[in-house]
T-cell receptor
Framework: LAKTTQPISMDSYEGQEVNITCSHN???????ITWYQQFPSQGPRFIIQ???TKVTNEVASLFIPADRKSSTLSLPRVSLSDTAVYYC?????????FGAGTRLTVKP | DTEVTQTPKHLVMGMTNKKSLKCEQH?????MYWYKQKAKKPPELMFV???????INESVPSRFSPECPNSSLLNLHLHALQPEDSALYLC???????????????FGEGSRLTVL
């Protein structure tokens, strides 16, 4: 299962686009990449998932290059309420393990 | 209904007590998970049940005993815990990987456990 590495923290300002990159050099053929958001004292919440290329939904985009050794979560026009911890996970079957996460702080 | 319900929300217990944490979902999910989360740390996988059978046990001490009595319920029985076991215990559910939208875990709000 992919071991993931992310920046520990990031700062941004309201209205900016935020890109959080996750490194997963040992990703296996069957691993998917999934991103979660967590607010204090709440369970994590699913954001987006992908296997390769680009995936977009109503809240984010996920870019995975051809070698799949990294992925980038893109949050368009962040607001103060996007301040949270963001986790990328390598996923295979039901084995869902969280990496250290990136603490994003959005400032006014 | 897209909720995972965990009870109790808060639990304080002594090291000699026996207590249980409960988790319930009615989304028809057949995979259920227990995670442990300490402050400012990521959730740490403890157990995974798939179709009511234990499929992953992350070498968790025997003082934590999981149980999946049916496809909607997941329990975590606690006995002889240590103060360092104090944490937020999160339950989650998902479709098994072979069906539907893989990888999307639905989490409960957690049970905050304090061991005195």
């Amino acid at each position: 299962l992919a071991k993931t590495t992310q920046p520990i923290s990031m700062d941004s300002y309201e209205g900016q686009e935020v890109n959080i990159t996750c490194s997963h050099n040992n990703i296996a053929t069957n691993d998917y990449i999934t991103w979660y958001q967590q607010f204090p004292s709440q369970g994590p919440r699913f954001i987006i998932q992908g296997y390769k290329t680009k995936v977009t939904n109503e809240v984010a985009s996920l870019f995975i290059p051809a070698d799949r050794k990294s992925s980038t979560l893109s949050l368009p026009r962040v607001s103060l309420s996007d301040t949270a911890v963001y986790y990328c996970l390598g996923y295979n079957n039901n084995d869902m393990r969280f990496g250290a996460g990136t603490r994003l702080t959005v400032k006014p | 209904d897209t909720e995972v319900t965990q009870t109790p929300k808060h639990l304080v217990m002594g090291m000699t007590n026996k207590k249980s944490l409960k988790c319930e979902q009615h989304m028809g999910h057949r995979a259920m998970y227990w995670y442990k989360q300490k402050a400012k740390k990521p959730p740490e996988l403890m157990f995974v049940y798939s179709y009511e059978k234990l499929s992953i046990n992350e070498s968790v001490p025997s003082r934590f005993s999981p149980e999946c009595p049916n496809s909607s319920l997941l329990n975590l029985h606690l006995h002889a815990l240590q103060p360092e076991d104090s944490a937020l215990y999160l339950c989650a559910s998902s479709q098994p990987s072979a069906r539907g939208k893989v990888g999307e875990l639905f989490f409960g709000e957690g049970s905050r456990l304090t061991v005195l």
